[in-house]
């Protein structure tokens, strides 16, 4: 007996991670992380401009981390930096994911964000899984699979003389 035969359901869905489906599955959630982070940065630019003062409060509380003192000299040295830095960098790669543009690039470092932000719940009060962790998954599934290249303007400009005479730039596209 084969198996096909003893499933049912074996040809009535199949998933293709190269298909259309996979394509329209990558954009979608490009677009919502995009919105996630372009939402964030956004409310901090209005509520505070570039003076999100959260910022450097927020890693001068990091003591007892894994990162040790570094997130504590970082709050206490460069607050101006880092006031500016944040919500400028949650728009910037917020409308790079939505437009499509930069998607590696923005991924890597909406993985950088959120792993500062997963460290810094040190206490891990909802375990090591939480929301930040899953964030971090979330830019590191767009970055490996090239997101920006489904539906993305990085589709459009890797088609460019620029890119494809700088083979390398295409790693920071997709």
Known sequence: MSTQAANPLADAFEFDVGGQLASYWLAFLRLVTGWWFFHAGVTKLLEDGLAFTYGPVYLKNMTGTAL????????????????????????????????????????????????????????????????????????????VFAAGRHYGLDAVLERTALVENNPRLRYLLG
Do not use: K
Request: aromatic share 12%; charged share 5%.
């Open 68 to 143: 040790g003192p570094l997130p504590v000299l970082m709050g206490e040295h460069l607050a101006p930096l880092i006031q500016a830095g944040v919500p400028l960098g949650e728009t910037a790669i917020g409308l790079g994911l939505m437009a499509g543009v930069l998607v590696r690039l923005a991924s890597f470092f909406g993985v950088f964000f959120m792993t500062l932000f997963w460290v810094g719940n040190a206490g891990f009060s909802h375990g090591l899984v939480n929301s930040d962790f899953m964030g971090l998954l979330l830019f590191a599934t767009l970055m």
